[in-house]
């Protein structure tokens, strides 16, 4: 009898959990409302406790039936606020999004943290702002500590349960189906880049399957997760055993995943080398190992540093920043491993433009852009030294291309990615800002930016026949667009700026380094089969064919 009524509740839980998850918005709505249910429980309880304590120890107990009403009416008083506050710095601090993919301990150390917050900035207008009737100090504390541990508890069983059930609490999780084939692993695809290639290849036909730590939150990719063909893993790809299990059944891996941009990179070296250079060999390793042929690897045009020349693939490198540096050592790793039965591809992206799921303003064209329509004024510091620019979502584009190109055609090759007409003096961003943005001013500082690139893209037109289809004028006009329709409204928000996000959070750099995982290979279970030299990803006509 116990054991059937253990699978029964079982079942219940485990139904109860997938529907939820068919419905982001009302998981999120319903951990909401358990969140403020437990919120105003505690303050109830804590301002009741001493009521209870006095009858308890009262010789007098003919008063016991009124001495709660002044709790109540102080409840009554104040829950709506403390309720308001609670949810907003619930909501910011990321409990319904990015720190649901946290480890135990951390996600302990967000809750802590924000309840600590909610219950502070609450007595501060509680006591700056005094009513008729005081706010008792004591039980101020003593909510604080009450909803902080039924906060805790509430999650630690909803972990249980989810053991218990068998399912992975992944945040917002769509139907993950690691079973079945997949035609494209993007690595990082939560991302700037990667959120713009997921909708591009969704949009093809292809099925996807994305496997990204969320550490900026899953909001890019909340559209796709009723979509059929789309998976997401969620986890660490330096984590051999989450890289396997995100590559079984795949054809084909986009490595999109790095701390990106000289600054970010720059707040903690080590960990920047472990992520962007030593996790490149193990996810390469591994995917050779799965027998995936196809790997598109993301590097980027600063590996040539600065000269006064039109440089290509064949140019000398020089990079100036430890980003371009790891982004160099892994092309080097990549292509020393290119096989028969192995097909690295590099991709050299120009500095990039424009809007995608994840908005970032840490990038010259949008950051230029978004100082001229919320600020007024644009500062160019030296302003004659040359950028490659090119656009998300061309970006994305050519990352197709690579993907549907024959592999004798783009096996072990290096592209640039961009475009000859889009290769811009910084001064000449500011003309084309103060063409568009009228009211804008444009500064010119003295001093230099010690980048200063120009780069041909021939061999990706000639080869891939790509062609952008956006201009710098179009990504401006987005950045615009997403002010002027409040999409955007403060591009000094963390969110989008790589390097002030990990500064903010600088305990987040503890997380991740404390999840460096020695570099581990895993081994193919039976001898890699053979491929044509012809093989290539197929394109969405060809997805409905034997294969």
Not at 84 to 89: A, E, K, Q, T
Not at 264 to 282: F, H, K, Q, W, Y
Request: charged fraction near 20%; hydrophobic fraction near 45%; proline fraction near 4%.
């Amino acid at each position: 009898m116990k054991c059937r009524l253990d699978r029964a509740i079982s079942f219940t839980l485990s139904t109860a959990m997938q529907r939820l998850g068919k419905y982001p918005g009302l998981d999120v709505a319903v951990r909401v409302i358990a969140d403020m249910i437990m919120v105003n429980f505690s303050l109830a309880i804590a301002l009741v406790l001493p009521d209870l304590w006095s009858v308890a120890t009262a010789t007098n107990t003919s008063l016991s039936g009124h001495i709660y009403e002044g709790s109540l009416a102080l409840y009554r008083e104040y829950s709506w606020l403390l309720t308001l506050i609670s949810l907003v710095v619930f909501y910011v601090n990321g409990f319904y999004s990015r720190t649901r993919a946290y480890r135990g301990r951390y996600k302990v150390r967000v809750i802590a943290e924000s309840v600590g917050l909610s219950y502070l900035l609450f007595g501060f207008l509680v006591f700056l702002f005094p009513t008729a009737t005081p706010f008792p100090r004591f039980g101020l504390a003593l909510a604080c500590l009450f909803s902080a541990v039924l906060l805790i508890a509430a999650r630690l069983c909803v972990v249980l349960l989810c053991r218990q059930t068998g399912k992975k609490d992944y945040p917002r999780d769509p139907h993950i189906a690691h079973g079945r084939e997949c035609d494209v692993l993007v690595i990082g695809g939560a991302g700037y880049i990667g959120s713009a290639l997921v909708e591009r290849l969704l949009g093809l036909g292809y099925r996807v399957r994305v496997l990204d730590l969320l550490l900026y939150g899953d909001d890019p990719l909340i559209p796709f997760y009723s979509h059929p063909e789309f998976d997401l893993v969620v986890g660490d790809f330096r984590r051999v055993d989450t890289v396997v299990r995100a590559a079984n059944g795949v054809r084909a891996v986009v490595h999109l995943g790095a701390i990106v941009g000289d600054a970010a990179c720059s707040v903690c070296e080590d960990l920047t080398i472990d992520i962007n250079l030593m996790a490149t060999r193990t996810i390469a390793e591994i995917s050779r190992g799965l027998g995936i042929r196809r790997f598109i690897f993301a590097s980027t045009c600063s590996v040539y540093g600065a000269s006064d020349q039109t440089l290509d693939e064949r140019s000398a490198l020089a990079p100036l920043s430890l980003y371009a540096r790891t982004k160099l050592g892994s092309e080097r790793v990549l292509l020393g491993m290119a096989t028969a039965f192995f097909s690295p591809v590099i991709l050299r992206f120009g500095t990039v433009y424009g809007l995608s799921g994840r908005p970032r303003f840490d990038l010259v064209v949008n950051l230029l852009a978004a100082r001229a329509i919320q600020d007024g004024e644009v500062s160019i510091c030296g302003g004659t030294q040359w950028r490659p620019l090119v656009h998300v979502r061309d970006v994305a584009e050519a990352i197709v291309l690579a993907l549907q190109a024959p592999i004798s055609a783009v096996s072990g090759q290096i592209f640039n990615v961009g475009c000859n007409e889009q290769n811009y003096q910084i001064a000449s961003l500011g003309t084309l800002l103060k063409e568009m943005v009228p009211t804008a001013r444009v500064v010119t500082q003295l001093g230099e930016d010690g980048r200063n690139y120009r780069v041909r893209f021939d061999k990706i037109h000639n080869v891939l026949g790509f062609q952008p289809r956006y201009t710098v004028q179009d990504g401006i006009a987005e950045v615009i667009g997403a002010f002027t329709t409040g999409k955007i409204t403060n591009y000094r928000d963390p969110r989008y700026n790589n390097y002030s996000f990990l500064r903010q959070n600088s305990w987040l750099q503890q997380v991740l380094q404390e999840e460096i995982w020695a570099i581990e290979c895993a081994q193919p279970s039976e001898p890699l089969r053979q491929h044509s030299e012809e093989d290539r990803l197929p394109t969405p006509v060809a997805l409905a064919l034997p294969i």
